[in-house]
Each structure stands twice: as C-alpha cells, then as structure tokens.
C-alpha cells in the first residue's frame, strides 16, 4: 500500500520554525514530483512548496518563499519541510502528495498528486 505520512506540526509562536517530515512507505520516493499543500479555515487551499526527485528542482509560492526549505533524505525515504519566520497566517493543516514524474509546471495544483497524507497541523500564536 503506497502511502504518506506526516509529522512534525504543533504550536509555535510568531517568528518561530518547525520542521514537517512526510515519510513515504510502500514505494520510493525517486521519480516522483513531492508538493506541500496546506489548507486553513474558510481560505482556499495552497500549494506551498514543490521538490522533483529526479531533477531536485524546488518551488515555492511566493508567500513561503525565503522563509521555506524543501528537502529529501533519500535514505530515509523521507521529504522535509523547513519553515522558519513563521507566521500566524501560516496556520494551517498541512498536507505532502505524490505523483510520478513528470507533472509539468503547474506544480501547484492538487488534483494531479495521486497519493496523499492525513496531514499535520500547524498553529503559529501571535
């Protein structure tokens, strides 16, 4: 069974980090495009953040950028996500998805993953 899980969300304050995992079991990650997305209460759903595992090509949405870092261990057969400088308008659940390559640009879109996980939550207090 190909899954995703991940970790790591919690309670910071303004200004704090925290680092999200999503560790994949069932399948290995390489060739496969990996995005973050997080969804808060009555806002629509973003695409944070976006790895290629073949090419390690990133992207950011511009609200994360400078502030998020994408990576993967491949031994652990896991993607991070570094978010620093948080801030309360960062709170959200966050979600990793999957999909073998390629995907095109539109990394950003949720439809086009074809694994997901539960999610993780991250609240950022002001």
């Known amino acids: 069974q190909l899954q995703l899980v991940e970790s790591g969300g919690g309670l910071v304050q303004s200004g704090g980090s925290l680092r999200l995992s999503c560790a994949a079991s069932g399948f290995t990650l390489d060739n496969f495009a990996i995005g973050w997305f997080r969804q808060a209460p009555g806002k629509v759903r973003e695409g944070v953040s976006y790895?290629?595992?073949?090419?390690?090509?990133?992207a950011y949405a511009d609200s994360v950028k400078g502030r998020f870092t994408i990576s993967r261990d491949k031994a652990k057969n896991t993607v991070y996500l570094q978010m620093n400088s948080l801030k309360p308008e960062d709170t959200a659940v966050y979600y990793c998805k999957a999909t073998r390559e390629p995907i095109g640009r539109r990394w950003y879109v949720w439809d086009q993953y074809t694994i997901w996980g539960p999610g993780t939550q991250v609240t950022v207090s002001s």
């Open positions: 790895l290629s595992s073949s090419t390690g090509t990133t």
